[in-house]
């Protein structure tokens, strides 16, 4: 048992102890406190590690530009957010296991680097569905910001426009995406959770359309709230009176009823039981095409199967993804999906992979392998957490600055160049 543990063991000894009973109440209650601190802290600690082996490395740091990489940032978030909103963000489902996959997973691929290759200036910029984009890296959908910095999506939207990156605005947004597109600067593309009633899709679709957002992007992989069980661990080390944002009884435990009440959802009747979408099936894809001016793009995908079918149905895009491992317990890295999707898609239309990235070097390995663009979410934020506007933007320079290193060191000056050559899949640790 290491120093800090034993201490925690001895404060909680002392707080079931009759010996401290009989010393007062007042005490009691005093190291009962500070005990279920430290298991609150504790359980920070633990989530922490899952699936990001750098935590290690994370330092807490106090100005937002202090941050050497995105896991310092992680560390401040985990040190500011309440426990149940930095636990929202962390936990995947059941034992974390696709959660983790998704970071080992880019361990199993190394880049082939390319001496004397006579780069001056590498150029990361590009076009996906007729966005001109100077950079691959793209915000993906992260609902509730609010629930991590005050500014909320607004903070994350100025970060956006005054780092140039693409945004993609959830459907459980806590701004509506009229005001997310004006603190952009520039349409937002939007994130579509369906519902059971198809009026009020058609309503969140006529809503994005007239707010000029290009592109809608379906997410599948979510017909049935999943089992958050990391999550609902720091909701119990969370002593703070929830129920002022969340209806009683229902804190955190029921997605649904606290999405219905989301301001996408204002004035259309939304019941939690309208998320349930069990029943879904690709004809819905059909639907939304003919029932939409904005290109199509399908979320969730992970099999060569599921990306043919995307195609068939006429899909303007594809996003590989499995939630950031918050939804199926698959036990596969998305970036170990990626080539069996990139071989049926056959650049016929874009992809674009999230799950697990971290690092440049990781935004690498996914173009090689067949990505267009990449998506991020928890590291930005772990940003907004942190600093707000100030630490989306440290993020986004962060993960372009080390995208532009292993560029150069790779011999790639544009995305275009990074092909599959680039990398090779290794063979683990040589013993
Ligand atoms: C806190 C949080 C909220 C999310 N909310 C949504 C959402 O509303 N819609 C959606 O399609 N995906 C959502 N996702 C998944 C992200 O779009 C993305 O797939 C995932 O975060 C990528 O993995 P990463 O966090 O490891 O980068 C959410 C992820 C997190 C961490």
Redesign the pocket.
């Known amino acids: 048992m290491d120093q800090v543990t034993s201490r925690r063991a001895f404060a909680r000894y002392l707080a079931a102890s009759p010996l401290l009973a009989a010393l007062g109440a007042a005490a009691c209650a005093e190291r009962q406190e500070e005990a279920e601190n430290e298991d609150a802290e504790d359980a920070r600690e633990y989530v922490g590690t899952l699936g990001e082996p750098d935590q290690a490395l994370g330092e807490l740091v106090t100005k937002a530009e202090d941050a050497l990489d995105v896991f310092d940032m992680r560390v401040t978030a985990q040190r500011t957010l309440p426990s149940a909103h930095y636990g929202?963000?962390a936990t995947g489902v059941d034992g974390d296991v696709t959660?983790r996959a998704?970071r080992s997973g880019f361990a199993h691929w190394d880049i082939r680097d390319k001496r004397l290759a006579g780069i001056e200036n590498v150029d990361t910029s590009t076009t996906l569905l007729g966005t001109p984009m100077e950079t691959p890296i793209i915000l993906?959908?992260?609902?509730?910001h609010r629930a991590f910095h005050p500014d909320g999506e607004l903070a994350t939207a100025r970060a956006a426009k005054s780092q140039k990156h693409l945004m993609?605005l959830?459907?459980?947004?806590t701004t509506g995406v009229e005001e997310v597109a004006a603190a952009r600067g520039e349409p937002v593309w939007y994130?579509l959770?369906a519902t059971a009633r198809w009026e009020i899709t058609e309503r969140l679709l006529r809503r994005a359309e007239a707010a000029g957002c290009p592109v809608v992007?379906y997410?599948t992989?979510?017909p049935v709230s999943s089992n958050r069980i990391t999550l609902s661990r720091f909701i119990k080390r969370d002593r703070r009176d929830c129920t002022q944002c969340h209806a009683s009884g229902d804190a955190y435990g029921s997605r649904n009823t606290s999405f219905a009440r989301k301001p996408m959802f204002d004035g259309l009747g939304m019941t939690s039981a309208d998320f349930n979408t069990p029943m879904q099936a690709w004809e819905f894809v059909d639907r939304l095409k003919a029932a939409t001016t904005m290109k199509v793009m399908v979320?969730?995908i992970t099999t060569a199967e599921d990306a043919q079918r995307c195609l068939s149905h006429g899909a303007d895009g594809i996003?590989v993804?499995?939630?950031?491992?918050?939804a199926a317990e698959s036990g596969r890295a998305t970036i170990d999906c990626l080539p069996e999707i990139a071989r049926v898609v056959r650049k016929q239309v874009p992809v674009i992979l999230?799950?697990?990235?971290?690092r440049g070097t990781d935004v690498f390995k996914a173009l090689a392998l067949g990505a267009d663009a990449v998506?991020?979410?928890?590291?930005y934020?772990w940003g907004l957490g942190a600093f707000g506007q100030a630490g989306v933007e440290r993020v986004l320079r962060l993960m372009r600055a080390e995208l532009r290193t292993v560029m150069a060191l790779s011999g790639t000056r544009t995305i275009a160049d990074i092909g599959s050559a680039t990398v090779m899949r290794n063979s683990g640790p040589i013993s």
């Open positions: 929202y963000i959660l998704n993906s959908p992260t609902g509730s993609i959830s459907t459980v947004t994130q959770y992007v997410t992989d979510l979320k969730g996003v993804s499995n939630h950031g491992g918050r999230d799950s697990g990235i971290r998506g991020i979410g928890r590291p934020l």
